[in-house]
């Protein structure tokens, strides 16, 4: 399902942005939707196999938002193929299926992956970025958090607190780059039907019970955060910093009363 953005249209010729993550799910239709009003988009990936299925004209470098190298690798890249780079989408976060546990079911080795993707593999990407927007004095930085940033659910013991700390993050670099031309917020998408969530579905009690835990009573499209990207990296947000913009049917709002007792057991008498 595609949904405009209404009449709202936008013009981003001649602007350059880097999308991470950008093969599939949210990442791609921020792409997508980025090329459609003219800017150059360089997406970087993990997925060079399906990067092929990108619309033409999207440049693809593979990297690892993990590795420092790859970061500063794609960074340069767009610099050198397109001149500049006026905004960075830091979009690439994990939520495998195995991390649907409790803290204390955690492996080392699983915990360490979610933080080296979801928080480093975003403050690497932001560092590489902001040192060339520094130099050229203009920049938006956008963090794709959640909605289980800003509120808990279960079974997100690294996922949640770290999707909060993206959102800190803009918060932290808008304070601090306020002055030089640049603009850090972050997204807080609700629901998305994307391949991270159809892969957890049963996880959350499937498509339905999923839908229906958003006031609006369904699964939002990439293409709603998609379109919160160009309103939020545009000159019409252009005293929008350090701040989150919630996309997510209404769920933060609904907050704890969302879902039935969750722990089983009986209700505690008030
Ligand atoms: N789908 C949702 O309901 C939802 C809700 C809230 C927030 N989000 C956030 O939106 C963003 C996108 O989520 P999605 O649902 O589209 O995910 P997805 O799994 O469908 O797609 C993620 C993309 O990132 C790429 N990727 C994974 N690890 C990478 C790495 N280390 N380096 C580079 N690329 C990597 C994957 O190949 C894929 O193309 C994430 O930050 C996620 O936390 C999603």
Redesign the pocket.
């Known amino acids: 399902m595609s949904r405009p953005a209404g009449s709202v249209q936008y013009d981003n010729r001649g602007r350059v942005v880097l999308v ?9 239709a921020i792409c997508e939707r980025w090329q459609q009003t003219g800017a150059a988009v360089v997406c ?4 060079d196999e ?1 990067a092929a299925t990108l619309p033409e004209g999207i440049l693809f470098v593979r ?4 590795e420092l190298s790859d970061c500063e690798h794609a960074v340069s890249f767009a610099v050198d193929r397109c001149g500049g780079l006026d905004v960075l989408i830091n ?5 495998p299926k195995a991390s649907y546990v409790p803290q204390h079911q955690y492996s080392a080795e699983l915990w360490a992956r979610l933080v080296a ?2 928080l480093t ?1 975003y403050a690497q990407m932001a560092g590489c970025a902001l040192r060339v927007m520094l130099l050229q004095g203009s920049g938006v930085v956008c963090n ?5 940033g800003h509120r808990t659910a279960r079974q997100v013991a690294a ?1 949640g607190p770290i ?1 909060a700390a993206n959102l800190l993050q803009a918060r932290q670099w808008g304070v601090e780059y306020a002055r030089q031309g640049i603009r850090c917020v972050s997204i ?10 159809r892969a957890t579905l049963s996880e959350q009690g499937g498509a339905a019970a999923l839908a229906n835990r958003a006031p609006m009573g369904r699964i ?1 499209d ?1 293409d709603e ?1 998609a379109a919160a990207t160009l309103w939020m990296c545009s000159s019409a947000a252009s005293y929008v910093t350090a701040t989150d913009l919630l996309v997510d049917g209404g769920i933060d709002a609904l907050a704890a009363f969302a879902e039935p007792w969750p722990m089983g057991g009986d209700v505690p008498e008030l």
């Open positions: 991470t993550g950008g093969v599939h799910g949210i990442g791609r970087m990936d993990v997925d399906a990297g690892d938002t993990a979009n690439a976060a994990i939520q993707v979801n593999g794709i958090g959640s909605a289980q996922y999707k807080s998408p609700g629901a998305i039907l994307t391949p991270m969530v939002g990439p955060i």
